[in-house]
């Protein structure tokens, strides 16, 4: 599907996926999009893999943004937001995205008229769960506890995209507590949220999702919303595809 700005429409969430090999290769052009301070960022990286990744993720983001704004890739103009969070200056009224990367796989979330957070994580890498999860709420908590070792960790995995792709739609960060927003996970329903003092938001007004593209990633969107949402995922081959086109 071409990108056009006639995709971001309050009500859609797109997200975007992609291998970090695949977008490079795909958009050669993407190096002269990138500004003088991205491209000093992605050689300070002392791993190479890690420099290609920013690089990928950054071309995901600009190339993305130009066919959703109709306006050239390299001109694409980004503010910081609190902790961090960038914004274009200036963009569509509404316009709100947000990226994530792993070793293996980029995300990228784009909305209009609602807040939106993503986080994709290797589900493979090595990781304290229990150890980690003594950050999260009493109930997911004793909830882990209680599982065997292999669900425990498949079930950790879910908890933390979720209040990542969380505290990254309310702009936050991990300036709060982990334990501030606890979740409910059953078989077959959406995933449910209460949030603590810390957080003043009505459940109600929250939508997430969550996807596995592969067995070793997942992946976690999260919107405030003020209407209904429909989530539109766009595959490697199809996000490839549209940052090629991206001029």
Not at 33 to 49: V, Y
Request: with cysteine; hydrophobic share 45%.
């Amino acid at each position: 599907m071409p990108l056009a700005p006639s995709l971001l429409r309050p009500g859609l969430v797109h997200l975007f996926l992609a291998r970090p090999e695949a977008l490079l290769e795909a958009a050669p052009q993407h190096a002269a999009w990138l500004s003088t301070e991205e491209r000093a960022r992605a050689q300070a990286f002392r791993q190479p893999g890690d420099g290609a990744r920013y690089r990928a993720t950054r071309a995901l983001v600009r190339g993305v943004l130009a066919g959703l704004t109709g306006q050239p890739a390299a001109q694409l103009d980004f503010v910081q937001r609190a902790h961090g969070r960038p914004a274009l200056q200036p963009g569509p009224d509404g316009l709100d995205f947000n990226a994530s990367r792993s070793h293996g796989l980029l995300a990228l979330v784009v909305t209009s008229g609602a807040s939106c957070g993503v986080d994709v994580e290797d589900v493979t890498r090595k990781a304290d769960v229990l150890g980690v999860a003594r950050a999260f709420a009493p109930e997911e908590r004793a909830w882990l506890q209680g599982q065997s070792p292999e669900e425990a960790r498949r079930h950790f995995f879910r908890l933390w995209t979720l209040k990542e792709a969380t505290l990254k739609a309310l702009g936050t960060g991990l300036s709060v507590s982990l334990g501030a927003c606890a979740f409910q996970l059953a078989t077959g329903e959406s995933p449910r949220v209460r949030f603590g003092p810390a957080i003043k938001e009505a459940a109600a007004d929250w939508a997430f999702t969550q996807l596995a593209p592969d067995s070793g990633h997942l992946v976690a969107v999260a919107v405030r919303r003020p209407l209904p949402v429909d989530f539109v995922v766009h595959g490697d081959a199809e996000t490839c595809a549209a940052v090629a086109e991206a001029t």
